[in-house]
């Protein structure tokens, strides 16, 4: 027996050499290569994290591992009936005698190319750094109009107008229709967002896809669409609604919004809120102003109390103060000098009595001894100035009234004010009069006034 | 553009927050603190009127940046009249 082939005479092998050589086959004549097919009886093992599938198309199949490292890279989730584009090496599992592929790459089928384009316009916009977050323009407070550029058939409109009515209930909305999906749709998006960026009255941009089918995201993939989002001069809240699949419009926007509804949210203030707010500014205006002026009251009189202001009140305290206890001195001051004056004036009294009384007897005695030596003219002349003197004193007391009432005359005043009656129009009756006599007076009462006509004189004026 | 013209709800908004944290802080003397007081008011004053003034108004956008007013009827009865009507003209709500 020789080791060496004949074509007369078939070599002995084992399954061992027939596997070898199958696998040596294989990956020499096969080798690397991309596989499409379908996802069949798919199962991982958990301890190892390897994969273990079957590729299958119409009308065949081969099996497939995938193992934990590629298994890992994975974006996306394998499951039975998913349609792949695989790429492994073709190679016989030995023990087995099995051929099989051993995957190192899974995309989903058909989306290869679009997702590769939409991989390399993702790279490029983002190298332009339109995906940038200071790029990102804040939301309006309370936009004057919001505008949704949406189907105006969707569910979206709904939920959205509903949301915006009952958070700020008069909010003035334009709708801007667009298809969505399907052909053209890009185009209309893009036209509809040059159409909102013309206008004036806008100030926020709701770009919503409500409704639709959950795959065709393609039209907000559209890079002239991403640029008119990227030049609406107001900010662009995306609405594309789908979580797992970011679209290049959700990525340029300046919000992304999960749901329309959120996008509504996000775009409106509750009315309720702000009025609140205005409220309680409004009072805390109030309260920080009265709390100010109470402030500077308080400082106010505060300083009037420190001690800066009050030395003067105390100072005006202590000169009182001082004033007090003066006031007893000075008081005694002036008692005992009014007393010294007192004194001195007791004790010149006497020698001024004395003086006196010496002056007057020299005066006497000087004017007796100058008597006998007035000329005798002189002494006629005085003798009779004394006899003058004496006559009219006897005058004058035959004048005084005195001397009349001795008479029998008698004078009646008034009793209450004394005058001097006169005329009967001084008295009434039942008024008093006081009658004076030489050496009485009388007091009595009128009983009846009876006037005298005049004589023939003329009536007397006083 | 027309819509920087008029100061915003916001920036009123801002103001009378200045305002009032200005008047809070209890920095200001006397004389500015009623300044600052009457501005607190004008801005609330302004904020108030933008809120009053807001109208609630749903339009539709037609063509030529046309509009109407957009009334709420079946979603499934419009989709068929935009359909009906494609190539032709306005939308009809």
């Known amino acids: ?462 | 553009m027309a819509k920087d013209k008029e100061k915003k709800f916001e920036e009123h908004l801002q103001a009378l927050e200045q305002s009032v944290s200005a008047l809070e802080g209890g920095e200001l003397g006397l004389e500015e603190s009623l300044v600052a007081y009457e501005e607190g008011v004008g801005a609330l004053k302004k904020c108030h009127e933008i809120l009053d003034r807001a109208e609630k108004k749903v339009a539709i956008l037609l063509k030529g940046d046309a509009e109407e007013p957009f009334e709420n009827r079946k979603a499934a009865d419009r989709e068929k009249e935009e359909r009906g009507k494609k190539g032709g003209g306005d939308i009809d709500f």
Not at chain 1, 8 to 26: D, H, N, Q
């Open chain 1, 1 to 462: 027996m020789t080791p060496q082939a004949s074509p007369a005479l078939p070599a002995i092998l084992t399954p061992s050499e027939i596997a070898r050589r199958m696998r040596e086959i294989a990956e020499g004549s096969i080798g690397r290569v991309w596989v499409e097919a379908e996802v069949s009886n798919y199962r991982k093992i958990l301890r190892s994290g390897h994969a273990y599938f079957v590729l299958k198309d119409a009308q065949s199949q081969i099996k497939a591992a995938l193992f934990a490292q590629a298994g890992g890279r994975l974006k996306f989730t394998l499951k039975d009936g998913l349609k792949v584009l695989a790429f492994g090496r073709v190679t016989v599992y030995e023990p087995q005698g099995e051929y099989q592929i051993v995957v190192e790459q899974v995309e989903p089928r058909g989306v290869g190319a679009a997702e590769l384009a939409l991989r390399e316009l993702k790279e490029k916009l983002e190298k332009e750094g339109l995906f940038a977050a200071e790029r990102k323009r804040p939301l309006p407070f309370l936009p004057r109009r919001v505008a949704l550029v949406t189907s105006p058939t969707s569910a979206a409109v709904k939920d959205m107008l509903t949301v915006m009515e009952r958070r700020f209930p008069r909010m003035n909305v334009l709708i801007v229709p667009v298809r969505v999906q399907g052909a053209g749709a890009a185009k209309e998006l893009e036209a509809a967002m040059r159409a909102v960026s013309r206008r004036a009255d806008l100030d926020v941009v709701i770009l919503g896809r409500g409704g639709g089918s959950a795959e065709d995201l393609a039209a907000f993939n559209d890079e002239a669409l991403a640029r008119a989002i990227v030049d609406c001069p107001i900010p662009v809240i995306s609405a594309v609604g789908h979580e797992i699949d970011v679209t290049i419009a959700d990525l340029v926007a300046d919000r992304r919004a999960l749901t329309p509804s959120e996008a509504a949210e996000f775009a409106t203030p509750v009315l309720a809120d702000l009025e609140e707010r205005l409220r309680e500014l409004a009072g805390r205006a109030r309260a920080a102003l009265a709390e100010d002026v109470r402030n500077r009251r308080q400082r106010l009189d505060d300083l009037a109390r420190s001690r800066g202001l009050a030395r003067p009140r105390d100072l005006i305290e202590r000169h009182r103060q001082r004033l007090d206890g003066l006031t007893p001195r000075l008081d005694g001051a002036l008692r005992s000098f009014a007393r010294r004056l007192r004194d001195r004036a007791d004790a010149l009294a006497p020698r001024l009595q004395a003086a006196l009384r010496t002056r007057v007897d020299r005066a006497r005695r000087e004017a007796a001894s100058l008597e006998p030596r007035l000329s005798p003219a002189l002494r006629t002349s005085l003798a009779r100035r004394r006899e003058r003197l004496s006559g009219a004193a006897g005058r004058l007391e035959a004048l005084s009234p005195l001397r009349v009432l001795a008479r029998g005359y008698s004078m009646t005043r008034h009793g209450r004010t004394g005058e001097v009656l006169r005329r009967a129009s001084q008295v009434a009756p039942g008024d008093l009069v006081r009658t004076t006599l030489e050496r009485a007076e009388i007091v009595s009462k009128i009983t009846e006034v009876r006037p005298v006509p005049p004589r023939d004189e003329q009536p007397k004026k006083e």
